[in-house]
């Protein structure tokens, strides 16, 4: 094996560990978080993440050819795909509890959330000033 | 012949440590109190047997492999979509049902 294998098999195998170590904390944050609107927080980052750290360091090993490609097309897919299919479940369960409003905050109106998110911006700016004012 | 003696092993206990994970991921998926726990543990096992997959693929040095795993990539991300919307059809025909049984009983009382 040639110098460049080398540094092609380090390099490689730091991106799998990665990927690995973010499958890890996936899983801590699954089995950590006690309600899904939130265990899906940890979900998703193992989906786009966690894969394309995977991938990237298969891809390395790979070298230069189709399989490449490919892999890159599977990282891409889900790059589109997984917060679509994040959306979709957290709106299936937004649908389906009955009683949401235990586990979090809900508006009925979206123009109170806005006024309110308004207001904190506007708290925030003044408090910026204030400070590089002293 | 050198180079194959480094990546056999590599590969192998990453495919070891994988499984592990796709087990831990299986009981939450059975444990997860409600659907979308559920779901989203499958949709997670389905991340991890993709890689898994890839994985074999440069195993094997079949590239075919990885064709597999982007349709598998897609056929797990159709699945959540369908099952999500059906499963939301169900629950609101059921209320609806609810409703209306409700609805009659309170005609024959009155």
Redesign the interface.
Known sequence: ?SAV?WIR?VIG?LF?LA??VI??T??YG??HFKY?LN??HA?AM??TL??SA??IG?MI??GL???TL??F??IV??WF?SP??SH??????A???DNLAAHCEIYEDVEVLDRELIAAKADKNSEEKEASAL | MEKEMIYHPLFILVLVVLSFMLLVCLIRAVKGPRVADRLMAVNMMGTMVMVMISVLALLFQESYLVDICLIYAMISFLSVVVISKVYIGIYEEQHHNQEHVEGGNTDERS
């Open positions: 094996m294998d098999l195998s799998v990927g690995i499958f890890f996936e899983l699954v089995f899904v265990r899906m979900a193992g989906d966690g894969i995977c991938l298969l090993f790979s050819n189709f399989t490919k892999m097309l599977v897919f889900l795909a679509v299919s979709v479940l957290s709106r299936l369960e649908a389906t509890n």
